[in-house]
């Protein structure tokens, strides 16, 4: 599970440029997200008392499911995609390489979550040499140079923090449920809000002159690569916490960079480049390695 949702978060870059490069990062992300939640809907299909258990849910705790679509859909689709649009992917790449740290040090201090050595030392590895990778092919645009910059960088910490403290929320939240049954709520939420904000800032305009062949592309990323990535995501913050699932993330831009040099004739990585792979796989190794000290434990007082 934890090799197929690598490849498969790997495919959603791939097939995500594939479909900027015919319209825009706007169209994208609205596109994406109605798709993938129109997907996920379904799943609540999959048996008899699926449906019904989701909708229970979306009753009993309707606060917690539209938190949870607001930090992990709406809030972090949002933003990230402010930051790429202000800043390239260069910078919000980086930031993006603390999250397993950040999410780490949200459960210890708003969940009071405690970490072995060994979990904390392979997250620091793998960390550490994911910012290595990534300023390694560091590369500063146009935009980062230009006065919007500190709100590119203000959004892609905003993006940073929620997802990372929605991993830690949907840990807690999941406890004692089927996963899947809480993602129709948080992704159906979620989806509305952040269409309406794309909405109120004028992001949606462009949705009007999409063409066939990228709304079948649209298709194809939000429902046939993007539903099953949700799924595992969540069964994996389920099982395994969000630390886990954080730091697996991590090897996404070296998948990446792997499948560009096989069919796109992308250059190999620099010296600076494969020392940080190596060592941001050899931290990532460690945590796969100790899965169960990554679960959030309940607190001793209820």
Not at 38 to 48: D, E, K, P, Q, V
Not at 92 to 111: D, E, K, Q, R
Not at 258 to 279: K, V
């Amino acid at each position: 599970m934890t090799s197929a949702f690598a490849l498969l978060l790997a495919l959603t870059w791939i097939v995500s440029d594939a479909a900027v490069r015919r319209s825009s990062p706007d169209v994208v992300a609205a596109g994406r997200s109605f798709f993938s939640c129109l997907g996920i809907c379904l799943l609540a299909t999959r048996n008899s008392g699926a449906l019904r258990r989701s909708l229970n849910l979306l009753r009993a705790r309707p606060a917690s499911l539209a938190l949870s679509g607001l930090l992990g859909v709406a809030l972090y689709a949002f933003s990230s995609l402010q930051a790429i649009s202000l800043l390239g992917v260069s910078i919000p790449n980086l930031l993006l390489a603390t999250t397993p740290c950040l999410s780490m040090g949200i459960g210890a201090l708003l969940f009071r979550l405690r970490s072995p050595r060994i979990a904390v030392l392979g997250v620091l590895f793998a960390t550490v040499g994911a910012v290595v990778y990534v300023l390694g092919s560091f590369t500063v645009s146009g935009p980062g140079s230009q006065p919007g910059a500190g709100w590119g960088v203000a959004a892609a910490v905003v993006a940073v923090v929620a997802i990372a403290v929605y991993g830690q929320h949907y840990a807690r939240l999941s406890k004692g449920h089927d996963p899947l049954d809480l993602l129709p709520g948080i992704f159906g939420l979620g989806t509305l809000m952040l269409l309406l904000l794309l909405a109120v800032t004028g992001r949606l305009v462009a949705i009007v002159d999409i063409d066939p062949a990228t709304l079948g592309l649209l298709v194809l990323l939000g429902v046939v690569i993007y539903v099953p990535v949700y799924v595992i995501q969540h069964l994996l913050i389920h099982r395994q916490g969000a630390v886990y699932m954080a730091s697996i993330s991590l090897v996404v831009p070296f998948l990446v960079r792997a499948l560009d040099m096989l069919f796109f004739d992308a250059p190999p990585p620099s010296l600076a480049e494969a020392i940080g792979m190596l060592i941001c796989l050899g931290g990532v190794l460690l945590v796969v390695r100790h899965p169960s000290q990554q679960r959030p434990q309940e607190s001793d007082d209820h």
